[in-house]
């Protein structure tokens, strides 16, 4: 057991980042004690302690007032001192002292998690790109070019050797690197997903050739006829892949919504039914796609669950937002009432790699109510589209990338989170040979 003093101010945020570090990403009985001459952070027991700089509550009252745009990390340095494991510092400086019984750090490892993890950041730049999100572009790990580093698994690593040097028994690792492959179905079957001279009039625009259609239109008899599958359904050969590495899929359902970004499908309509019946009977998880407005509205995150729930005789309990709508916290508060315990959205769709500083799943804290939910964040590492479309990578560049992220993920025993959609197989829109790299994501070796 260690006892953590903090100063007496801004404890719900102290004491969560304190609680999310030290006991549920490094697995080590904490307890936390105010101190009101305190000015800094001080991990002890016996007669030793670490000491961590507090470069950031300290300076605001207490309250919110420290989500500003003038509170922004500055200057994002790399530490080069011996003993600070080349982390980056977005508050504090490197100064490292450390004696036989003691360390002294002035990097403000808690506040650059809880900068991370809270996305406070997000809530104070009023940017948004074309579908109300905070652009990627506009993030320091973008801007800074630190969106492939995990920096709060870092710092977590870090506090472990230092405890660790200091003769502290470091309970064992629980959690272990795994691989979570996850599909939006946005469009479950290509054929029925809106009326026939709609699909026939959007081939023709796109390909300007009489042949192409009277061939699309001889596939779709073929394939209401029985003779050839759907080129979006998909769903058996990725849950046979998915089975052959022993990493279930989750697969999350729109049920609800009425914007052009949606409607492609009921989720009572009964072949909907019949594959998340099968889904689930062969173990992969069914979860929710809240629909493109869910992300500031409540109820209709609540209403849609609780369709989800009905059509299915399922518990839902995790999801991810359609379009990766998302905002914090409101989002976050939102999931958490509708009684949804793990939510998955928090990745850009631009930029593949860590939205939060971490590969690993975490608890939220909701920064307007100052207070942690009973949700689990799983952040989004990598999505299908992003390859394609937003960076523009080959095949090959998406595998190096991939690799990258990967890499990472499996040095600090987090969760390789990806997104593939089962329409991102298909011939019709020219997916197929991306198959190789699903292929690599769902594979062991990184
Ligand atoms: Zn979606």
Redesign the pocket.
């Known amino acids: 057991m260690i006892t953590v003093h903090i100063p007496n101010n801004h404890v719900p945020e102290r004491t969560y980042i304190v609680r999310t570090m030290l006991s549920h990403f490094c697995g080590i009985e904490t307890e936390i004690v105010t101190d009101k001459d305190r000015k800094d952070y001080e991990l002890h027991w016996g007669d030793h302690s670490i000491s961590i700089a507090d470069r950031f509550f300290g300076k605001f009252p207490d309250g919110i007032y420290y989500a500003h745009t003038d509170h922004l990390p500055k200057k994002i340095m790399q530490a080069s001192a011996v003993g600070l494991d080349n982390i980056l510092i977005l508050y504090g400086d490197e100064q490292l002292e450390i004696t036989r019984n003691s360390i002294v750090c002035h990097v403000d490892l808690f506040a650059g998690a809880f900068f991370m993890l809270t996305r406070w950041e997000e809530s104070v730049n009023s940017k948004k790109d074309l579908h109300d999100r905070f652009p990627a572009e506009e993030a320091l790990t973008v801007k800074e070019g630190f969106i492939l580093r995990p920096i709060v698994d870092e710092y977590c690593h870090l506090l472990k050797q230092w405890l660790k040097t200091l003769g502290y028994l470091i309970p064992e690792e629980s959690a272990s690197y795994k691989i979570v492959p996850t599909c939006?179905v946005?469009i479950p079957f290509f054929w029925s997903s809106k009326p026939l001279w709609k699909i026939l009039g959007g081939r023709l625009r796109k390909h300007f050739n009489p042949l192409k259609l009277i061939s699309a239109y001889g596939d779709y008899r073929k394939v209401k006829e029985g003779i050839k599958e759907d080129p979006y359904d998909t769903f058996d050969y990725l849950m046979s892949l998915a089975e052959a590495h022993d990493h279930p899929f989750q697969f999350?359902f729109?049920a609800g919504g009425n914007t052009r970004?949606e409607g492609y499908y009921a989720i009572e309509d009964e072949d909907i039914k019949r594959l998340i019946s099968q889904a689930n009977s062969r173990g992969h998880q069914i979860g929710l796609?809240p629909s493109y407005q869910s992300y500031k509205d409540a109820d209709l995150m609540k209403k849609e669950k609780e369709l989800l729930q009905k059509s299915t005789g399922l518990t839902i309990t995790a999801s991810?937002q359609?379009?990766l709508r998302f905002t914090t916290p409101d989002t976050w508060r939102h999931l958490s009432a509708a009684g949804i315990l793990e939510d998955s959205t928090s990745g850009y769709a631009a930029e593949p790699g860590f939205r939060c500083g971490t590969s690993r799943p975490f608890p939220v804290f909701d920064m307007h109510q100052r207070r942690e939910l009973s949700l689990i964040e799983r952040p989004l590492l990598v999505m299908d589209v992003s390859l394609r479309f937003y960076k523009k990578l080959t095949i090959e560049e998406s595998i190096v990338l991939c690799e990258k992220i990967k890499a990472e993920v499996k040095k600090h025993n987090g969760e390789f989170v990806f997104l593939w959609?089962n329409s991102a197989l298909s011939e019709i829109d020219g997916w197929e040979e991306w198959k190789e790299v699903l292929e690599y994501l769902m594979a062991n070796r990184s």
Request: glycine share 0%; no cysteine.
């Open positions: 939006d946005d999350n729109i970004y796609h991810r359609h379009f959609h």
